[in-house]
């Protein structure tokens, strides 16, 4: 056999078990997710069951079940033996609801502040070590501006983020803090010690500026949502060019987000 037919043997071979390897991680996370059906179905089962159901051997159902249960998606009855659906699973659809909600209820408010304003108008909320815009309106003003919805943004660099960060628990915060701030533009703030100041005053004051901070000669204004329990579960932003939104300008921009994100923070429950 030449060098050449070997060389093109082993990298088959190589493609071959690549292929399964990925088959079969496929495979498993539809058997977990088969898993959690049977639960949602049942309320309870154990694990017999469950591999009857799925057609497998009692320890692939048994593995599963570690896994999901590991994340807190499944839990167990110890004095049955029983496995149910987690609290994981309730914080995933929690996650979703608020998401939802907050679209669908945010909508009219961001159509009328976009329309007065003649600005872009986003609602983002916290995604893990960024800011995520899951609601957008534009003003007549704005018509050539960027789309932001569905852009992951940075929470130090952004009016967003720093309300949505001035408001996650301290451990959180700090950590956040922990880690390098990459800088956008010269007007980024990167020192740990001033973001950290700034948020106390965004907490303080019910809004936050970025001025130039992610993009030149982009300023924005943000203020908080808040659920009917009083947690911030987004930021509702106006954005535009720098010569219209001047600093002289944002802090009245500032006061009616703030005004319009209280608005749906009522539509959410809070206050009521």
């Known amino acids: 056999m030449t060098r050449k037919r070997a060389a093109a043997d082993r990298t088959g071979a190589e493609r071959e078990r690549t292929s399964r390897s990925a088959a079969g991680a496929i495979q498993s996370v539809d058997r977990a997710v088969s898993v959690l059906e049977i639960?949602?179905?049942?309320?309870e089962a154990g694990v017999t069951d469950i591999a009857d159901e799925?057609?497998?051997?009692?320890?692939?159902?048994?593995?599963?079940?570690?896994?999901l249960e590991n994340r807190g998606l499944v839990g167990q009855a110890q004095d049955r033996g029983?496995?149910?659906?987690?609290?994981?699973?309730?914080?995933?659809?929690?996650?979703a609801a608020v998401r939802l909600d907050i679209s669908q209820e945010g909508a009219p408010?961001?159509?009328?502040?976009?329309?007065e304003l003649g600005e872009t108008v986003n609602i983002a909320v916290l995604d893990d070590d960024a800011a995520v815009n899951i609601m957008q309106a534009r003003g007549p003003a704005s018509v050539t501006a960027q789309n932001w919805l569905g852009r992951r943004t940075p929470l130090h660099a952004t009016s967003s983020g720093k309300v949505l960060l001035a408001h996650v628990p301290v451990t959180l915060r700090e950590g956040l803090l922990a880690r390098a701030l990459p800088r956008f533009t010269e007007h980024t703030v990167t020192s740990a010690g001033m973001l950290r100041g700034e948020l106390e005053s965004v907490a303080a004051q019910g809004f936050a500026l970025a001025v130039e901070e992610?993009?030149?000669g982009l300023n924005a204004v943000a203020a908080p949502v808040r659920a009917h329990d009083g947690r911030v579960i987004g930021a509702l932003s106006v954005s535009g060019p720098a010569?219209?939104?001047?600093?002289e300008r944002l802090p009245e921009l500032a006061r009616r987000t703030a005004t319009a994100a209280d608005e749906l923070s009522r539509r959410m429950g809070h206050g009521i």
């Open 39 to 43: 639960l949602a179905r049942h309320g």
């Open 54 to 67: 799925l057609d497998v051997h009692k320890s692939t159902a048994f593995r599963l079940l570690g896994a």
């Open 82 to 95: 029983k496995y149910f659906l987690g609290a994981g699973v309730l914080r995933l659809a929690g996650a």
């Open 109 to 115: 408010v961001c159509r009328e502040l976009a329309d």
């Open 214 to 216: 992610l993009e030149p």
């Open 243 to 247: 010569y219209r939104l001047v600093r």
